[in-house]
């Protein structure tokens, strides 16, 4: 089995080259010139877009193909100061260099909207706010020309008092969204409501591939083991891993997410590296079954946890290094 791994957004090595600078929504407002303010925050969106740039050519340098953008590229688009703002035509140029990039390296790139986007939601105004979420993270992959390969991570969302009707309510609504979101979506378990297995069920019934996130799973479970649930995450993916939604791209591996607990009192924040031997164990678990797998690293210290992962698998039997950022599990 062919291991990537990738990081989240931010780089713990680059200096100075962070894609989520931002202003405040009061210092927008306090701003006396709004067209001056405006050109201000798209200025900020094309730093960000450029600094991801620079993180994407830092990334080829040690051959790490799997890449999360950060969600923050524009400021305070969709807050409801910024009404009728449209940035993408003034930030295309920097958009289209980040996705010819991408393209020319094989990179695997992806966003994980923030957790107030919810289709679970009861309230009209939350979903609402939560499509045009959505909307808006499609039309950053879209302006960046990559297919839908590219994805936008996801979980159910809250309970709200009744966990069947919420989970039904996050089906129904769900199924409301436009195509070319929906074929853009994956699903992840969490780790307080709804777990692999009720995950697994939503992503079988609506045909869309399940990320497993190991550490969300290890803390919120119905007993299984997550190598017991792996044949049927796997089958999410579509045969032999191709994406059911015809991506147009001959492989695309199954995704999981991982990260360690930060100390035994507060299990469900994140370390800030993670530690070898459970990933590694599993790694070897589904190894048989899955050609090609690709990792996401949400630790705290980002590409500096994934270069001291690949140390600490590195040495260890049946694990054979690929470059910087790939194992083989033989």
């Given at each position: 089995?062919?291991?990537?791994?990738?990081?989240?957004?931010?780089?713990?090595?680059?200096?100075?080259?962070?894609?989520?600078?931002?202003?405040?929504?009061?210092?927008?407002?306090?701003?006396?010139?709004?067209?001056?303010?405006?050109?201000?925050?798209?200025?900020?969106?094309?730093?960000?877009?450029?600094?991801?740039?620079?993180?994407?050519?830092?990334?080829?340098?040690?051959?790490?193909?799997?890449?999360?953008?950060?969600?923050?590229?524009?400021?305070?688009?969709?807050?409801?100061?910024?009404?009728?703002?449209?940035?993408?035509?003034?930030?295309?140029?920097?958009?289209?260099?980040?996705?010819a990039y991408a393209r020319e390296h094989g990179m695997r790139t992806?966003?994980?909207?923030?957790?107030?986007?919810?289709?679970?939601?009861?309230?009209?105004?939350?979903?609402?706010?939560?499509?045009?979420?959505?909307?808006?993270?499609?039309?950053?992959?879209?302006?960046?020309?990559?297919?839908?390969?590219?994805?936008?991570?996801?979980?159910?969302?809250?309970?709200?008092?009744?966990?069947?009707?919420?989970?039904?309510?996050?089906?129904?609504?769900?199924?409301?969204?436009?195509?070319?979101?929906?074929?853009?979506?994956?699903?992840?378990?969490?780790?307080?409501?709804?777990?692999?297995?009720?995950?697994?069920?939503?992503?079988?019934?609506?045909?869309?591939?399940?990320?497993?996130?190991?550490?969300?799973?290890?803390?919120?479970?119905?007993?299984?083991?997550?190598?017991?649930?792996?044949?049927?995450?796997?089958?999410?993916?579509?045969?032999?891993?191709?994406?059911?939604?015809?991506?147009?791209?001959?492989?695309?591996?199954?995704?999981?997410?991982?990260?360690?607990?930060?100390?035994?009192?507060?299990?469900?924040?994140?370390?800030?590296?993670?530690?070898?031997?459970?990933?590694?164990?599993?790694?070897?678990?589904?190894?048989?079954?899955?050609?090609?797998?690709?990792?996401?690293?949400?630790?705290?210290?980002?590409?500096?946890?994934?270069?001291?992962?690949?140390?600490?698998?590195?040495?260890?039997?049946?694990?054979?290094?690929?470059?910087?950022?790939?194992?083989?599990?033989?």
């Amino acid at each position: 089995m062919i291991v990537r791994f990738g990081y989240v957004a931010m780089s713990a090595i680059v200096e100075n080259a962070s894609p989520s600078k931002t202003m405040t929504a009061t210092r927008f407002a306090q701003l006396p010139d709004r067209e001056a303010a405006v050109r201000k925050l798209e200025r900020i969106a094309a730093e960000n877009l450029q600094n991801t740039l620079r993180l994407l050519r830092h990334n080829r340098a040690h051959d790490i193909r799997v890449y999360r953008f950060s969600s923050k590229l524009i400021p305070l688009i969709g807050h409801e100061l910024l009404a009728g703002w449209d940035p993408f035509p003034v930030l295309a140029e920097e958009f289209a260099a980040i996705g010819a990039y991408a393209r020319e390296h094989g990179m695997r790139t992806s966003f994980h909207p923030d957790h107030f986007t919810v289709l679970s939601t009861p309230r009209e105004v939350v979903l609402r706010n939560s499509v045009k979420d959505l909307n808006t993270h499609v039309r950053m992959l879209e302006a960046m020309g990559l297919n839908e390969a590219s994805k936008c991570n996801i979980h159910i969302g809250g309970t709200y008092g009744d966990k069947t009707a919420s989970f039904e309510r996050f089906c129904r609504q769900f199924q409301e969204l436009d195509d070319r979101i929906k074929r853009r979506i994956t699903l992840e378990n969490d780790d307080k409501t709804y777990t692999a297995l009720e995950t697994l069920e939503a992503c079988e019934r609506l045909g869309v591939p399940m990320v497993l996130d190991l550490h969300h799973h290890a803390v919120n479970n119905e007993g299984a083991s997550a190598e017991e649930l792996w044949t049927r995450i796997l089958k999410t993916w579509g045969e032999d891993g191709a994406d059911p939604h015809d991506t147009g791209q001959a492989w695309l591996p199954p995704k999981i997410h991982v990260s360690s607990p930060k100390n035994d009192k507060d299990i469900r924040a994140h370390a800030d590296y993670v530690d070898a031997q459970p990933l590694l164990a599993f790694l070897q678990a589904v190894a048989p079954q899955t050609p090609r797998l690709d990792v996401m690293l949400e630790a705290k210290k980002k590409d500096a946890a994934l270069l001291q992962l690949m140390r600490d698998v590195s040495g260890c039997p049946g694990v054979r290094p690929l470059g910087d950022a790939s194992v083989e599990i033989c």
